[in-house]
């Protein structure tokens, strides 16, 4: 899971160009912007077929591909 | 794949344009012409339950989903023509409810929801400022935190409701060089110390819907009142925008439905020579495209209100509901008006005053350009 969400964002993001750590913060790099976090929510949402509620989301809990990780994991335990 | 609404659906959407043809429209004319908000009006719609359709029957709401909210706003525009209350009833229940619905501590739900779902209190969303309009998240409003409040600085402008309303949802920096991840959202009582309103700004249409400034010197907003948590705000705008943008269109497609059948019906009795101006096929080819634009927009807001009643994240879906909707009201309205000739000019056919209304549409929740910058960042 881990890879395929790093491999999204490479593709989508960097247009398949450079890499992205586990645990490289996504945001303040400028990295991903707003509309970003949306597109990567959505991908999330379609590939791992989740409802994320937005209220459940914030800065702290999304921001490194381990983060992110780790959000789905427990969504999909709690499914 | 059904689309079809059920029986419940169906009958709240009839009961919704019976109780807006006879409780909304006297003197709408003359509350345009003097861009007087009806408070009777509210009032009328609270007790029909309008305020509350989104909301859990704990709060004193109708604990419905979107597809109910999308039916019964169809219908309301249907039956209403007082398309400026409607859109003050949307924009309290879409971006001031919704957020608290969503992203509020249970004290403040309990506290707000009833009073905002029994049209005791009205709702504002403040989040444009004057210096930074569609670029939302390069705003100056800054929130500083101080032991167990946050001493809230800046000004807001084109915030609809604001003239009337007793509580307002605000967008603030509490980290401005974070942007969008540095953005927190408060809900600000109209009673603080240092918030002021400004006078009702007079606008081209939607003028029974009152908007204005609003301003925040040094408020002192309790810790408590933030909504979600400190660096949410941003996701919490994306989240009810997504609301407002695929539910906000609803009421205009019971204006377009009302719209074509009264241009069919112009079309058959305007008669020229011997024959109906409906066997002209410049006229008949109006009314086909209308029909077109509504039909398409009609399955955009399902599919919209569909996505949001799912929970699904629709960023881009609700965008292009947005515009493309807006976009096909507003044509619909000007081929109306082409349709009943000069009539259509004259303000007694009403139909002038609803292009008027419909135009602010492609400013609202965003411009149509930053509809199309949102579709496209979401696919390039
Ligand atoms: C009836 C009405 C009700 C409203 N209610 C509220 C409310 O309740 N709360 C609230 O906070 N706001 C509200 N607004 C404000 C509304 O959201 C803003 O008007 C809107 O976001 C645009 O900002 P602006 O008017 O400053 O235009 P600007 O941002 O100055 O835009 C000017 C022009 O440039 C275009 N433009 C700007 N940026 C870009 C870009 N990046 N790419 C391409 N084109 C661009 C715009 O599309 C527009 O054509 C309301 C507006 C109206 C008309």
């Known amino acids: 899971m881990k890879d395929e969400i790093k491999k999204y964002i490479v593709d989508t993001f960097m247009y398949g160009e450079g890499s992205v750590e586990y645990d490289q913060e996504l945001y303040e790099s400028g990295l ?23 209220s459940e989301l914030s800065v702290d809990n999304f921001t490194t591909v381990n983060d992110i990780t780790t959000m789905i994991n427990s969504k999909l335990e709690n499914k | 794949m059904d689309f079809s609404l059920n029986e ?9 344009a019976e109780f807006a043809e006879k409780k ?26 309008l305020q509350g359709i989104l909301v859990p029957e704990q709060f004193g709401g109708m604990g419905l989903n ?44 309990e506290k707000y929801l009833p009073a905002l779902v029994s049209g005791k209190m009205i709702g504002a ?86 908007i204005s400034d609003v301003a925040f010197n040094n408020c002192k907003i309790p810790a408590t009142h933030i909504l979600g948590k400190e660096g949410s705000g941003g996701i919490m705008f994306g989240d009810t925008m997504e609301w407002e943008r695929g539910l906000i269109m609803a009421s205009c497609i019971g204006i377009m439905e009302r719209q074509l059948y009264s241009c069919r019906k112009y079309a058959h009795v305007r008669k020229l020579g011997n024959q109906s101006i409906g066997k002209f096929q410049a ?16 399955l955009m807001l399902y599919k919209a209100a569909w996505l949001k009643s799912q929970k699904k994240t629709a960023t881009l879906e609700t965008a292009a509901t947005k515009l493309y909707i807006s976009e096909s009201y507003i044509q ?23 292009l008027r209304d419909a135009l602010a549409s492609q400013y609202y929740s965003g411009t149509s350009e930053i509809q199309k910058n949102i579709i496209s960042s979401m696919i390039l």
């Open chain 1, 32 to 54: 991903i912007n707003s509309m970003g976090f949306f597109r990567l929510l959505t991908f999330i949402e379609e590939t791992y077929d989740l409802s994320i509620d937005m």
């Open chain 2, 8 to 16: 419940n659906q169906i009958d709240l959407k009839k009961s919704a």
């Open chain 2, 24 to 49: 909304l429209n006297d003197d709408v004319e003359e509350r345009d012409r003097k861009s007087e908000f009806s408070r009777d009006g509210w009032n009328a719609c609270a007790d029909f339950g």
């Open chain 2, 66 to 109: 979107a597809i109910d909210y999308a039916a019964i706003m169809e219908g309301i525009g249907y039956g209403g023509t007082d398309n400026g209350l409607i859109f003050s009833v949307n924009a309290h229940v879409l971006v001031c409810i919704i957020p608290i619905l969503h992203h509020g501590s249970d004290a403040l739900k």
């Open chain 2, 125 to 210: 969303n403040a989040m444009t400022e004057a210096d930074s309009g569609s670029d939302m998240f390069s705003n100056s409003t800054s929130a500083e935190k101080k032991n167990d409040y946050y001493v809230l600085n800046g000004s807001k402008t084109f915030a609809t409701n604001a003239p009337v309303a007793d509580t307002f949802i605000v967008y603030a920096a509490t980290n401005k060089s974070k942007g969008f991840f540095g953005l927190s959202c408060f809900l600000v009582d109209r009673e603080t110390e240092g918030l002021t309103v400004g006078n009702n700004m007079e606008k081209m249409g939607l003028r029974t819907s009152p």
């Open chain 2, 283 to 298: 006229i008949a080819h109006k009314i086909a495209d209308m029909k077109v634009r509504l039909e398409t927009s009609r």
């Open chain 2, 332 to 354: 619909n309205c000007r081929e109306a008006m082409k349709i009943y000739g000069a009539y259509g000019y004259m303000v007694e056919y009403g139909l002038e005053r609803e």
